[in-house]
């Protein structure tokens, strides 16, 4: 997983709101109605937290009749932990900064 896409995905999980609607995805799929209530928020800005949670690709959406009801993407969810597990080496870099006299040395007492 490239950084731009992991970082989209961080934001998306930047939000208490966002992260209560995946803790509570991780017992059973819902349909935005059931979260009303939960929240105490409005249904299009529930619809407006989980659409986030899907552009990133941590929630998926299936169809029963008119409902729309939202499950964990489970692969997605892995990954990001994964994902930040893998994060790259950056020391090179630090060290070149380094060299060039562009890092300052604080000391914190």
């Excluded at 299009?44 to 989980?50: D, W």
């Excluded at 009749?65 to 870099?93: C, K, T």
């Amino acid at each position: 997983m490239d950084i731009e896409k992991l970082a989209e995905m961080l934001k998306a999980l930047a939000d208490p709101t966002r992260l209560k609607m995946l803790a509570i995805l991780q017992h059973r799929d819902c349909c935005v109605c059931e979260f009303v209530p939960v929240f105490k928020i409005s249904q299009p800005a529930v619809s407006k937290h989980l659409s986030r949670l899907k552009t990133a690709g941590l929630v998926k959406e299936s169809r029963k009749g008119q409902w729309v009801f939202y499950s964990l993407n489970r692969e997605v969810l892995e990954q990001v932990g994964l994902a930040l597990r893998q994060l790259p080496d950056m020391s090179d870099e630090l060290k070149e900064l380094e060299k060039q006299g562009l890092l300052v040395n604080v000391c914190c007492e």
